[in-house]
């Protein structure tokens, strides 16, 4: 159980454009999702925290205008990367956590690789 | 600034042998620790965790110690068996921002178990 799932698990894109990452929980309604970045051999860094229905919280220093999260049901949040740049080349990851599960307790989608050109 | 780290990038053990994965922090407020194993591929899964009340927790063939004074954990897996190789994060919560529920992770240790 507690499935998370990604798409797309690999983009490639033109700078400029923007990038709509998908990640749904399969098997549990999740209440809260996380978007995490992760530069090559750098630790897994949150850039936002949303909850079904609400808008996200962004950490410091992430730009909401650029990173748009909606959560619009219990088993789907969608990230869009407005227009991309080279720089934004990351692997993004999501993770939930359901309903009545512990504050600790988040399971991580297999993540997103986006290559931006 | 890194609040956790692991210094290890990757460690090298032979099957049957115990490993050791460590995992150091600097912010004192942290009270709730976590390890998750990443294969390939795959989103890091939840292994074991730690409470701040607590200097050891063990599952099976995983233990996870505590040193608060220290402010280092440590992750022993034995025996090590070929199907553990994976990469390992650290990850804690309770001391960012007052946000309970946000981790903060280190950069993983990649460990290779040799048959």
């Known amino acids: 159980g507690a499935v998370v799932s990604q798409h797309p698990s690999w983009v490639i894109c033109k700078s400029g454009t923007s990038v709509k990452i998908e990640c749904r929980s399969l098997d549990f309604q999740a209440t809260t999702m996380f978007w995490y970045r992760q530069f090559p051999k750098q630790s897994l860094m949150l850039m936002a925290t949303s909850n079904e229905g609400s808008k996200a919280t962004y950490e410091q220093g992430v730009e909401k205008d650029k990173f748009l999260i909606n959560h619009a049901s219990l088993t789907l949040s969608t990230l869009t990367v407005t227009s991309a740049h080279p720089e934004d080349s990351s692997f993004y990851i999501c993770s939930a956590r359901g309903r009545g599960s512990p504050w600790y307790e988040q399971f991580f989608g297999p993540g997103t690789r986006l290559t931006v050109l | 600034d890194q609040q956790v780290k692991q210094n290890s990038p990757s460690l090298s053990v032979q099957e049957g042998r115990i490993s050791i994965l460590n995992c150091d922090y600097t912010?004192?407020?942290?009270?709730?620790f976590l390890w998750y194993k990443k294969y390939p591929a795959e989103g890091p899964t939840f292994l074991i965790s730690?409470?701040?009340?607590?200097d050891k927790n063990e599952d099976g063939r995983f233990t996870v110690f505590l040193n608060k004074s220290a402010k280092h954990l440590s992750l022993h897996i034995v025996p090590s068996q070929p199907g553990d190789s994976a990469v390992y994060f650290c990850a804690a919560s309770g001391g960012y921002g007052g946000s309970q529920g946000n981790l903060i992770f280190g950069k993983g240790t990649k460990l290779s178990v040799k048959p």
């Open positions: 730690i409470s701040s009340i607590k």
């Open positions: 912010n004192s407020m942290f009270d709730y």
